[in-house]
């Protein structure tokens, strides 16, 4: 349930609706988003970011705009200026089990769950509510609307990159370090010539076509 009217300013900046709601009384206003709906490998991970009082707002937008460098040194900014941030991760496993939106929607949860500071409302990025009691907005690309989901956006895709980076280790063949999971065309001729590993998507295209194969071929031998 939203709080009503969230813009007043004729021309709003990416701090009117944390400011907005302020004056409505919430005090602990989170950000949410999540990184990781389209690979074909890895978890999904979602970010929760209350902004603290030092922050400067305007520094923070979306992840997808900025390089690896500047995300990183934002992640330390907010880190370093009292934010309070968490995250929370599904795995590969649980997003075939539930689908791909329910397993975002479950990351978000965890998230927020996880905060340090429970917070009174939630900014919440694209159009699903999050199945929480906690008063909140849904905004479709909410990251270039409120500065506290473009921060979000900014952690979850620093985490889950760092996380692919780790894959990688364990799976060079994918070069997961360098797409993230994503379905390049090296990434699916990966896919083609190795068949999937343990951390593939098994219900997405361009990887369940090969468990398949791979199923038939048992049966054959």
Sequence with gaps: MGPGKLWPDPEPDTYSLERCLRQKGYKWIAGLD??????LAGPVVAACVILGEKCDYSIFVDSKIINAETRSRLYSEL?????????????????DRLNILQASLMAMKRAVNALPTQPDFLLVDGNQPIPLSIPQ?????GESKSASIAAASIVAKVVRDDLMGQYHLQFPEYNFKQNKGYATLEHRQAIRTHGPCKIHRQSFKC???????????????
């Design 79 to 95: 880190q370093n200026n009292g934010a309070s941030i968490s995250v929370g991760v599904v795995s590969e496993t649980d997003i």
């Design 137 to 141: 907005q849904t905004l479709v690309k």
């Design 207 to 221: 990887v369940k076509e090969f468990i398949a194969k791979s199923k038939k071929m048992l049966n054959i031998f």
């Design 34 to 39: 999540e990184v990781g709906r389209g690979p």
